[in-house]
């Protein structure tokens, strides 16, 4: 007999994880982008005495970077309810995989 009670709470909490997925790699995008934006390089000027530099924004990047652990640990929190109520209902448990590294 199907458990739709179950079924219900599966497909209420997989839905919350996927827009939490998302949201957590929106703040993904904008750490990647701020370290993209990072001017690293040391440059001598005309004169051969001075030089610059970009200033490193700490604050934001550690301020991203506590926002993506939030972010992670809501989704599996959630994640792992969906996955209690997938053995209920006999649906597949969704899954981490390994990041793309490139």
């Given at each position: 007999?199907?458990?739709?009670?179950?079924?219900?709470?599966?497909?209420a909490?997989?839905?919350?994880?996927?827009?939490?997925?998302?949201?957590?790699?929106?703040?993904?995008?904008?750490?990647?982008?701020?370290?993209?934006s990072?001017?690293?390089?040391?440059?001598?000027?005309?004169?051969?005495?001075?030089?610059?530099?970009?200033?490193?924004?700490?604050?934001?990047?550690?301020?991203?970077?506590?926002?993506?652990?939030?972010?992670?640990?809501?989704?599996?929190?959630?994640?792992?309810?969906?996955?209690?109520y997938?053995?209920?209902?006999?649906?597949?448990?969704?899954?981490?995989?390994?990041?793309?590294?490139?």
């Amino acid at each position: 007999m199907e458990n739709y009670e179950a079924l219900g709470r599966y497909v209420a909490t997989s839905e919350l994880a996927e827009k939490q997925r998302v949201k957590r790699d929106q703040v993904i995008s904008k750490l990647k982008s701020l370290a993209e934006s990072l001017d690293t390089g040391v440059f001598r000027g005309s004169s051969g005495g001075s030089f610059h530099a970009a200033a490193f924004e700490i604050d934001k990047v550690q301020g991203l970077v506590d926002e993506i652990s939030a972010l992670d640990q809501e989704l599996r929190s959630t994640v792992e309810e969906a996955n209690k109520y997938a053995a209920q209902c006999e649906k597949p448990p969704l899954k981490f995989y390994p990041a793309q590294r490139y």
